[in-house]
């Protein structure tokens, strides 16, 4: 165990299983070592640092409004604040945006828009349907939220007015609309940390047109697949729907800490003065790195985002020790038949950093990844599986 190991563990409040690494550097889609040993990144820390890291036109981004301004507060008018805002707002078809620091957080502010959408209307609270599997942050409202018993053990009481369907049942969303005041239903489209799991366009669809009968806000959490990862600027356009709220966090800040919650016009004025806020959301120096992602999205961005997605899935789904490759775009998930372990201790070993999601091993490259390096991490991923 190396000396930062040693002091880490010693005053890190003991929350994550970290591999044994200890990054010190990185440029683009490599990382260093203590040992100066070299690393592909083929995790971007979460599918956060969506163009690599410390890219250069991001940083300028970023020191460029270091230059001027770090922190005003939310008593103050800032441009990159506003400009982010309507940035995502003409690219989205959405109204409003409201700016947190996480994915939970933006999650939360997504709860509360539909509460008080409902409580607006009908003076009555509502209950909000998510689904069997998904993952929606480690706050307490938003494990509440989050569909799996593992999480909600040991932190109960947990914040009630949740109601869990499994991916597919729709039987048993419209009986929980039947039954209870439902304000809203709130889905991944791909799930992420429930193992790269794209829902059912037909499912989807379902929910969709219960939402717009029933008069119900529909939550789609894009933390984990917005700002290009599947493809699209937001997986919701792979399902031809445009959803009330849409969450995001993760890649929007390219490596900065920002979440948002993007609200559209049937909810667009439920957020009124006090009744929600953060110190530091709409961060000058966070929204000008997001507008520096955003701005990077284009068509031929996104269209390569599909090809190399294209490329892997190809590549693996008919490699040795491999059961099933899911996910869309560069979020892929793959089923191994070795213990996922394994194959993660070779990939570090070979120096190729990946992720997992339950039992998969989990691919969230860099957006720009140039294929030789793709191509270069492949090829030891299908040695890894044998
Ligand atoms: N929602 C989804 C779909 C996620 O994947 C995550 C994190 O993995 C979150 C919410 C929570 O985001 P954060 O860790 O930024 O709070």
């Known amino acids: 165990m190396t000396e930062l190991q040693k002091l880490d563990n010693l005053y890190v409040a003991n ?3 970290r591999f044994p690494i200890d990054l010190v550097k990185g440029e683009g889609c490599l990382y260093l070592d203590g040992n100066g040993k070299e690393y592909i990144d083929l995790g971007t820390g979460i599918g956060v640092t969506a163009f690599g890291a410390c890219d250069n036109e991001w940083k300028n981004a970023v020191i460029g409004q270091l230059d001027r301004l770090q922190h005003t507060s939310n008593l103050y008018y800032t441009e990159p604040c506003a400009n982010l805002a309507k940035l995502l707002c003409e690219k989205t078809g959405l109204k409003k945006v409201f700016f947190a620091n996480s994915g939970a957080e933006a999650n ?3 709860i509360k828009v539909a509460r008080k959408y409902f409580e607006d ?4 609270q509502g209950y909000i ?3 069997t599997n998904s993952f929606h942050g480690r706050t307490l409202t938003t494990l509440s939220a989050t569909g799996q ?3 909600h053990e040991l932190f109960n009481p947990l914040t009630s007015g949740f109601l869990h369907a499994d991916v597919g049942d729709t039987q048993k969303i419209k009986s929980y609309i039947a039954k209870y005041p439902v304000c809203a239903i709130m889905i991944e489209l791909v799930q992420g940390e429930g193992g790269i799991n794209a829902l059912p366009y037909d ?3 379902d929910v969709y047109k219960l939402c717009q ?5 529909l939550v789609v959490d894009e933390v984990q697949t917005g700002n290009g990862r599947t493809g699209k600027l937001y997986a919701f356009e792979h399902f031809d729907i445009l959803p009330d709220v849409v969450t995001t966090a993760k890649g929007l800040g390219g490596g900065l800490p920002i979440g948002a919650c993007m609200i559209g016009s049937k909810a667009e004025n439920v ?3 006090g009744t929600h806020g953060s110190t530091y959301g709409g961060n000058p120096v966070c929204s000008a790195g997001a507008i520096s992602v955003i701005s990077r999205l284009t068509p031929e961005l996104l269209k390569s985002v599909e090809e190399k997605g294209e490329y892997i899935k190809r590549e693996l789904s008919k490699a040795e020790g491999v059961e099933n490759v899911t996910g869309l775009g560069l979020m892929l998930g793959i089923k191994t038949k070795k213990p996922i372990k394994e194959v993660v201790s070779y990939c570090l070993e070979k120096g190729v950093l990946v992720l997992t999601a339950k039992d998969k091993l989990r691919l969230l490259p860099p957006l720009n990844i140039p294929f030789e390096l793709l191509e270069k991490a492949v090829g030891i991923i299908k040695e890894a599986l044998k």
């Open 121 to 124: 209307k009908t003076g009555k």
């Open 271 to 273: 957020l009124t003065f």
């Open 108 to 110: 939360e502010c997504a």
């Open 15 to 17: 929350t994550y299983a």
């Open 149 to 151: 018993d593992k999480f």
């Open 129 to 131: 349907i998510t689904l």
């Open 213 to 217: 009968e029933n008069d119900i806000i």
């Open 203 to 205: 499912f989807v669809q």
